[in-house]
């Protein structure tokens, strides 16, 4: 049996993929989690299978709660489903140790597909992300500049995007104020930005922040 743990704060969203895997008896909704916060506490406190985790969410948004997961426990797969188009977070989750990318407007048989394949050890890349990751290992296509930021460099964007402080970002990371300050350069540098504004703008234009 594979014991999941499913992360979204909308309760009703939880309740219909709920329903949907019941119909699945190797697969077990264990545990329910709202919030970043609460998932990488469940993660902590319990044993899972699989997690399956959205990105937006107030407070701790799901790319934090991944960064936490996969420090309290590496191996454990986390399978992103969200309804942000792949092209805005993908390649940024994976790198970051996602098993996994799926939309939330994919086919039922497409999310259990999934979660056997991520609880089996591989990852799952769907049709859309193949495609994406053809094109760039090919040259083509163009590149979304947050998609060729670090690991934590995306995760400094994106508190930055959302109008936080280097010294509040600094409070979050267990970081100085001075190691932020120099992600925040690299950030500007590789996006070819000059302030946070530019920043913001980005996330707001790309739908990475609403």
Not at 147 to 168: N, P
Request: charge should be neutral; charged fraction near 25%; aromatic fraction near 6%.
């Amino acid at each position: 049996m594979t014991r999941l743990l499913m992360v979204d704060d909308h309760r009703i969203v939880r309740s219909g993929l709920k329903l949907l895997l019941s119909d699945y008896k190797e697969i077990t909704v264990v545990g329910e989690a709202g919030s970043g916060v609460e998932a990488v506490q469940m993660v902590r406190e319990a044993d899972w299978d699989v997690v399956l985790l959205d990105i937006s969410m107030p407070g701790m948004n799901g790319i934090e709660a991944l960064a936490q997961i996969k420090r309290i426990k590496p191996g454990l797969p986390v399978l992103i489903l969200t309804m942000h188009p792949e092209d805005q977070y993908a390649i940024n989750v994976l790198r970051a140790g996602a098993s996994g990318y799926l939309r939330k407007e994919c086919t039922p048989d497409a999310l259990i597909g999934a979660i056997r394949t991520v609880v089996s050890g591989r990852r799952y890349i769907s049709p859309a992300l193949g495609d994406q990751l053809a094109d760039e290992l090919e040259g083509e296509g163009y590149k979304a500049p947050h998609t060729e930021l670090s690991e934590r460099e995306f995760q400094v964007f994106c508190k930055l995007a959302d109008g936080q402080a280097v010294s509040e970002v600094a409070d979050e990371l267990f970081l100085s104020v001075k190691t932020i300050s120099t992600y925040r350069a690299r950030i500007l540098d590789k996006m070819k930005m000059k302030t946070n504004a530019h920043i913001t703008y980005y996330a707001i234009k790309r739908g990475l922040i609403q």
